[in-house]
């Protein structure tokens, strides 16, 4: 257990509608990740950080935003939701100089 | 385009037989592999991996292969028992970057 938190856990919510995760971390970890998991398409990098307001872009970024402004909290923003985002989201961590990456326990997330 | 690949959605297997799930690469420049394994409502969790530098790895009942000519890594487990049932997840990286590649899944069932 990396002491990895995620809120809310399921959320349903409507086209057009803001949306906010949040990934909290316990252990001061400097990287943190936001993934979708859909059928067909296994895990796939939205966001990363590499420290505090160090944030970058992954493969499927278009529609998210992230925060980071605390070393424990890593915000997922769907500015305006989509039903295409409806999706398990998965946050996850990694501590410097490790490969492994430790994911927190997914929030479940439909777009009416 | 999906950079790393497992091929077979799906494998059914004997308890203590040999369980064999296949990963495949298309981009050279990985040099780190890894293991998960999710089980249904939970984050994926690691579970075992292997640098480039290497060929084998193993921890216990798990076997990570890598062929780099081929591009190719293989998990291996072996007796396969009923709580492997589960889907790995293979996913590689670069050691100069901060992303992580994750093929689609193999969904393992152990029959006891």
């Known amino acids: 257990d990396a002491g990895i938190t995620q809120s809310p856990r399921h959320k349903v919510t409507e086209t057009g509608t803001p949306v906010t995760l949040r990934c909290h971390q316990t252990e001061n970890h400097r990287y943190m990740y936001w993934y979708r998991q859909d059928p067909g398409h296994g895990l796939r990098l939205i966001h990363y950080?590499?420290?505090?307001?160090?944030?970058d872009k992954g493969e499927v970024s278009d529609g998210y935003s992230v925060s980071r402004s605390k070393t424990e909290d890593f915000l997922l923003t769907l500015e305006s939701a989509t039903s295409s985002q409806t999706s398990v989201y998965f946050c996850?961590?990694?501590?410097?100089?490790?490969?492994?990456?430790?994911f927190g326990p997914g929030t479940r997330l439909l777009v009416l | 385009d999906q950079q790393v690949k497992q091929n077979s959605p799906s494998l059914s297997v004997q308890e203590g037989r040999i369980s064999i799930l296949n990963c495949d690469y298309t981009n050279s420049m990985f040099d780190y592999f890894l293991w998960y394994k999710k089980y249904p409502a939970e984050g994926p969790t690691f579970l075992i991996s292997?640098?480039?530098?290497?060929d084998k790895n193993e921890d216990g009942r798990f076997t990570v292969f890598l062929n780099k000519s081929a591009k190719h890594l293989s998990l291996h487990i072996v007796p396969s028992q009923p709580g492997d049932s589960a889907v790995y997840f293979c996913a590689a990286s670069q050691n100069t970057g901060n992303q992580f590649y994750f093929g689609t899944g193999t969904s393992l069932t152990v029959i006891p």
């Open positions: 950080s590499y420290g505090v307001k160090d944030t």
């Open positions: 292997i640098s480039s530098i290497k």
């Open positions: 996850a961590i990694r501590t410097t100089g490790s490969e492994t990456q430790y």
